[in-house]
Every structure is written in structure tokens, then in C-alpha cells.
């Protein structure tokens, strides 16, 4: 009876999680069509941005996924962003006017909302749950990476170098 129980409380929490992030996707999306937003597309392997060029926007992936990398660490992929997600964010809040990262669709053609620099600033300060859930969004990184972080130093170099693999081929982690 108990296992029962805890069962669909497990289900109603994932649920719950998938409905709240469902609807937090369709108000950015309905935000963004309320305002100054260019649709853009990017065939496979394109470039959207590149590290150290001046911030001139964010970009919101409507459909394809996003390879990021990083030159500084030899061009390696630091993560591959999905759709409904937002590119260029830790580079718009590090206050060094350049991008930290440089992103390229990745297996397909990528369709993404441009959202200019000055129209992402008008967004956070008009739209309080907006700025809330792009805090939110940022937060959830940093808890990713330092979980990853975690893992990452208490395997062997087996494991590590299995998991390196799996993350390439965009498959998850053996712990």
C-alpha cells in the first residue's frame, strides 16, 4: 500500500514538473511574439555566434539542437542546447560585451528567435516572471555543471573516457 502511494506521488511530482515546465515554454514563446524578434535559421554546422565577438542579441532555439563550445578549451563541446532553450545568456550577464562561447546547429538545421540586446534588457525589466525563470534557467546550468563536476571527479579513467563517448553521441552518463 505504501509503495502504491509513494508511487503516485512520484508521478504527480514528475507531472507536475512537466506541466510547469511546458507552460513557463509557451509564455516565453508568447512573450517573444509580442515583441521586437527576428526569426532566424541555421543549416548544419553554421555558426550563430562565435566566442569573443560582441554581443549583439540572444538567441531562444525553436527547433534543432545547438552544439557550444568553447576555443579556449580547444574547440571542445561544453554542452549541446535543445529546443527551448536560450544561447548566448551567460555571455549577456558576464558583462564583457563578447560572447563566452561559440555555437553551431548541430545535426540539422536550427530555426531560433534572434532577441537583440536592447530587447532582451526592455523583456527582464518589463516582464518580472520572465526575468524570474531566465534566473531560474541560469541557476539550473550551474547546478548541472557542478553536479557534473562532482561525477566527473570521483570516476576512474575508464569511466570518464565512456562517458566522454556517450555525451559526443548525446547519450547519458554510466555512473
Known amino acids: 500500500m505504501i509503495y502504491l502511494i509513494v508511487t503516485y506521488c512520484l508521478l504527480a511530482l514528475l507531472l507536475f514538473s512537466e506541466i510547469k515546465v511546458l507552460s513557463s515554454i509557451l509564455n516565453i514563446e508568447k512573450i517573444l511574439k509580442n515583441r521586437t524578434v527576428a526569426k532566424t535559421?541555421?543549416?548544419?554546422?553554421?555558426?550563430?555566434?562565435?566566442?569573443?565577438?560582441?554581443?549583439k542579441g540572444i538567441y531562444f532555439i525553436k527547433t534543432g539542437n545547438v552544439k557550444v563550445t568553447?576555443?579556449?578549451?580547444?574547440?571542445?563541446?561544453?554542452?549541446?542546447?535543445?529546443?527551448?532553450?536560450?544561447?548566448?545568456?551567460?555571455?549577456?550577464?558576464?558583462?564583457?560585451?563578447?560572447?563566452?562561447?561559440?555555437t553551431?546547429?548541430?545535426?540539422?538545421?536550427?530555426?531560433?528567435?534572434?532577441?537583440?540586446?536592447?530587447?532582451?534588457?526592455?523583456?527582464?525589466?518589463?516582464?518580472?516572471?520572465?526575468?524570474?525563470?531566465?534566473?531560474q534557467i541560469l541557476c539550473e546550468r550551474i547546478t548541472y555543471t557542478r553536479d557534473k563536476i562532482s561525477v566527473v571527479k570521483s570516476q576512474n579513467i575508464k569511466q570518464r573516457f565512456i562517458n566522454s563517448i556517450l555525451f559526443l553521441i548525446g547519450e547519458e552518463d554510466v555512473d
Open 41 to 55: 535559421s541555421f543549416g548544419v554546422n553554421e555558426s550563430i555566434f562565435i566566442e569573443g565577438e560582441e554581443i
Open 104 to 135: 553551431f546547429a548541430y545535426g540539422g538545421e536550427v530555426e531560433t528567435f534572434f532577441i537583440p540586446t536592447k530587447e532582451f534588457r526592455n523583456l527582464l525589466s518589463d516582464y518580472p516572471t520572465f526575468k524570474k525563470e531566465i534566473i
Open 70 to 102: 568553447r576555443h579556449a578549451k580547444n574547440k571542445m563541446a561544453m554542452w549541446f542546447a535543445n529546443p527551448y532553450e536560450f544561447i548566448g545568456l551567460s555571455s549577456f550577464f558576464n558583462d564583457s560585451g563578447n560572447y563566452s562561447f561559440s
